[in-house]
């Protein structure tokens, strides 16, 4: 009997346990984190379990390509994702990321290819990219600060400009699309070929990821554009430089640009001059996905990037492993969007922007 | 049909979260009434009158309206069946007209074949301006042309129509200048007296509920402490030793202990130290010309006038929030010329603005708190939780701002305790030099006497304050030196005094 007590007993304190950690005013603050990761947690088990039985492909095989590719989609998202937190949380959006990843990707295999394929290179036309991103995000927060414009405004400027500029140089050296030259017995010997590596991927990422988290939650910078978002007033009140942390923002999201350029073209090997269309909406879903609130703001987390990240890649994916034509892939990850946000907006924090 | 009872809300519950906000409550309001709502921040009285004006649904409980089960689901709703309430923080649609503001809501009025007449709508709200007696007011301008106070006296002619039976005024007046005021005391007293139409008047000021109201609630943690009658507010308003039993009274059931003789200063010591710690030097700004004044390391010097006087905009330009034409504002040698080099040299500025400019709502009372001192609390670029959070638990210590912790949200306090939180930051920081602008504005009497007592040992530790208020009672029972302002100029410089009256100072006003 005693035994059989004292694991009544056990039980009981741990219910309590769990109750006292489990409270509502906890709910209240990570209601959208028990959303978005319950999210991935389903998505897991789903596509964990009909791919195999509908078309025999096991999605957790780490030998598989559908893992490796579900991982290297999720690792670009959540780079760029985490990254764009930082312009996210001033509650500013940046469109122009398609544009820059496609010219990023244009320079970085020309620059190789006629650099003779060295290190030397690849090196140069890296620091080349992380210039012209430096560029593009100062440009980005000083115009729209100067101007007093909508940062979105000043992006899709941005972006117009980029996508002609990428379309007029490839165009110039190697017309409709462009790829790393190289003989095809020895593709291992490119200096690209260990940036394919999923585990090498993994690990950038993780490294991104630890540098950006300790920038938004262990320095002024995460803080300060958090506060800007949340209410620029009341920040410049609290001597906080709107301009000098809206420019910090867009230049963090710049390097995660160049490490995701550097990744898609590890990846592809090849690009147009719109090779890079469409991140601007994956990184803003994948966002979304993760809980993070769109008007910025105080809530903002690094950790929705890479929940939000990996969900969507699951998703998008995984579709195709389910048997669903890759022309329909888009309609479902609309849906479950259109899902997504019918429920977060209707939540009393506003995830979206008003 | 006097003393028939227009309203009443029987077990009234309230629960926001976990914070119990009413308790069971039995409220009535009959006709003829101007019912005063008075309580500590946080007491429960906006809450049940925000309930009875559709802003928010109760948790339990009934109400009745004219002898009806009540029930609105919307502001909008209530108004339209006769009760209105004037909200304290500003409630007004930017970015469209003032006419549009007024009929907000009611457009059908004006609409025919989907197309509303805005010709009709300007002439009618211009015809409502002036009834009002505030013609300055144009029907046709955007509302973002007028101020804060204006922005409140164009809410009251939204509010009051003529189908208005009950007015709640949740603490409106701390927003309005004397004329404001005068307007809004008058709508009152007519609905109340002449109409037969009843009022709530919510205020934390206990000489206007005196002279305004007849009869009056006192709320404390969310229940219905007791009642003063009509008879003795009747008798508070005539008799001078009966105003102070009356007022004692209601303090203490209010606050739950004697508040105590001392509210304000009791020492008439004007003295301080030589050194200067914050001089404007013939400086022009906005409509301000040539204004000087050297604010010394323990003095309280006070600035006062009625709004929109210019005073508030000195207290802006203090902090560098102005844009300096002519003249240096100089703190220990350095100019002052933005908010950034007003705070790296020891100067916080508590805007009057609490919850659009003051405080950071949708965030924690600790990133509130933390966010000026993080440069003291970095460690080698880097921010620890531990010392973030030894820095935050201090001040809510120091303040005791009632919460659950640090982290509970700010939108959540109550208006006092948003206060001490703005306070809380410029103390974490270590300031030496306080621009005050209206820091006891909708705060509770309890508040009110623990900020004073607070100003009183920053005087003595050596800070220097600058007081901005368009309350002359705590000016003139606060600060050393009290300068006067009208249409952007000073008229006026009074020492610290045990003989000066208000009216000395309106002199200067006016």
Same mark, same amino acid.
């Given at each position: 009997m005693i035994p059989k007590l004292k694991n009544e007993r056990k039980g009981t304190l741990m219910k309590e346990r769990v109750r006292g950690i489990f409270t509502k005013e906890w709910l209240e603050v990570h209601g959208n984190d028990v959303f978005a990761y319950s999210g991935l947690v389903l998505c897991i088990l789903v596509f964990s379990i009909l791919p195999p039985i509908?078309?025999?492909?096991?999605?957790?095989?780490?030998?598989?390509l559908a893992f490796k590719s579900i991982v290297k989609d999720g690792v670009m998202y959540s780079i760029l994702a985490a990254g764009a937190v930082f312009v996210y949380s001033l509650g500013a959006m940046d469109i122009s990321v398609g544009a820059q990843i496609s010219m990023y990707a244009i320079l970085l295999i020309h620059t190789y290819n006629v650099g003779g394929s060295s290190i030397g290179a690849l090196v140069g036309c890296v620091a080349l990219i992380f210039v012209i991103a430096m560029v593009c995000g100062i440009t980005n927060s000083v115009i729209a600060n100067v101007l007093e414009m909508k940062p979105i405004i000043t992006s899709l400027i941005l972006q117009f400009l980029i996508y002609g500029i990428a379309s007029v140089v490839i165009n110039i050296w190697n017309p409709a699309s462009i790829a790393i030259t190289f003989d095809i017995g020895t593709v291992a010997m490119t200096h690209f070929a260990p940036l394919g590596n999923v585990w090498v991927q993994v690990g950038i990422m993780v490294g991104c990821l630890l540098l950006f988290t300790v920038l938004f939650n262990y320095t002024k910078i995460g803080h300060y554009v958090k506060a800007i978002g949340a209410n620029q007033d009341c920040a410049r009140q609290m001597g906080i430089s709107l301009v000098k942390y809206r420019m910090l923002a867009y230049m963090i999201f710049g390097v995660a640009i160049v490490v995701a350029s550097l990744l898609f073209v590890a990846n592809t090997g090849t690009t147009t001059s719109n090779g890079g269309k469409g991140y601007e909406m994956k990184i803003m879903i994948s966002l979304i996905i993760g809980g993070m609130?769109?008007?910025?703001?105080?809530?903002?987390?690094?950790?929705s990037a890479v929940i939000g990240g990996f969900t969507y890649a699951l998703i998008t994916r995984s579709f195709i492993y389910i048997g669903v034509p890759d022309k329909y892939t888009t309609v479902f990850v609309a849906l479950i969007y259109i899902v997504v946000v019918l429920l977060t907006c209707r939540s009393k924090d506003k995830v979206l922007p008003r | 049909m006097e003393n028939e009872i227009i309203f009443e809300a029987r077990h009234m519950h309230k629960v926001f979260g976990q914070t119990i906000a009413l308790k069971d409550v039995d409220f009535t309001l009959k006709r003829g009434e101007i019912r005063g709502l008075v309580g500590e921040n946080g007491s429960g009285k906006s809450t049940i009158m925000s309930i009875a004006s559709g802003m928010q649904p109760e948790t339990s409980g009934e109400m009745f309206y004219k002898g009806k089960p009540w029930k609105p689901d919307t502001m909008v709703t209530a108004q339209g069946q006769g009760i209105s309430m004037i909200l304290q923080e500003a409630n007004t649609i930017p970015g469209v007209t003032v006419a549009q503001n007024i009929f907000a809501g009611h457009e059908e009025r004006f609409t025919k074949f989907g197309m509303v007449n805005m010709k009709k709508m300007f002439a009618e709200a211009q015809k409502l301006l002036e009834k009002f007696g505030i013609s300055h007011i144009k029907a046709r301008d955007s509302i973002d042309k007028y101020n804060f106070e204006n922005r409140k006296l164009i809410e009251i002619v939204r509010c009051?129509? !003529?189908?208005?039976e009950i007015l709640v005024v949740d603490e409106t007046t701390t927003a309005l200048s004397l004329d404001g005021r005068e307007i809004l005391y008058k709508i009152v007293h007519r609905m109340a007296e002449e109409e037969d139409k009843a009022v709530v008047f919510i205020s934390h000021d206990m000489d206007e509920i005196l002279d305004q109201c007849n009869v009056l609630t006192v709320l404390r943690d969310g229940d219905i402490i007791g009642e003063i009658s009509k008879e003795d507010m009747l008798a508070a308003k005539t008799e001078g030793t009966k105003r102070q039993e009356v007022m004692k009274r209601a303090r203490y059931m209010m606050v739950g202990r004697e508040i105590g003789e001392?509210?304000?200063?009791? !020492?008439y010591d004007t003295s301080h130290a030589d050194a200067v710690a914050l001089e404007f030097d013939d400086v022009s700004f906005g409509n301000v010309r040539g204004f000087s004044l050297k604010l010394h390391e323990g003095e309280i010097v006070g600035l006062g006038g009625l709004s929109g006087c210019g005073m508030h905009d000195v207290g802006r330009a203090a902090f560098g929030l102005e844009k300096i034409r002519q003249g240096r504002i100089l703190r220990n040698g350095v100019e002052v010329k933005n908010p950034m080099t007003a705070i790296r040299n020891g100067i916080g500025y508590i805007s009057k603005n609490r919850d659009t400019e003051? +405080?950071? +709502?949708?965030?924690s009372i600790g990133d509130n708190i933390a966010l000026p001192c993080l440069d003291g609390i970095a460690k080698n670029g880097l921010i620890f939780t531990k010392d973030k959070n030894k820095l935050i638990n201090g001040q809510i210590d120091l303040f005791s701002i009632k919460c659950r912790n640090g982290k509970q949200w700010v939108n959540t306090l109550s208006g006092g305790n948003k206060q001490k939180v703005s306070f809380a930051k410029w103390t974490a920081k270590g300031s030496e030099v306080f621009i005050m602008d209206c820091p006891t504005r909708g705060v509770d009497v309890g508040v009110k006497q623990s900020m004073y007592a607070l100003m009183e040992e920053m005087k003595k530790e050596g800070k220097a304050i600058l007081m901005i208020s368009e309350e002359l009672s705590e000016l003139i029972g606060m600060v050393d030196r009290l300068i006067v302002m009208k249409d952007f100029e000073v008229t006026g410089e009074l020492k610290r005094s045990q003989k000066l009256k208000q009216v000395d100072v309106i002199e200067y006003m006016l």
């Open positions: 509908l078309r025999g492909i096991n999605i957790l095989d780490p030998a598989g609130p769109l008007s910025g703001g105080m809530k903002s987390k690094i950790s | 009051v129509t !003529d189908e208005t001392k509210y304000y200063r009791e !020492d003051a +405080l950071i +709502l949708q965030g």
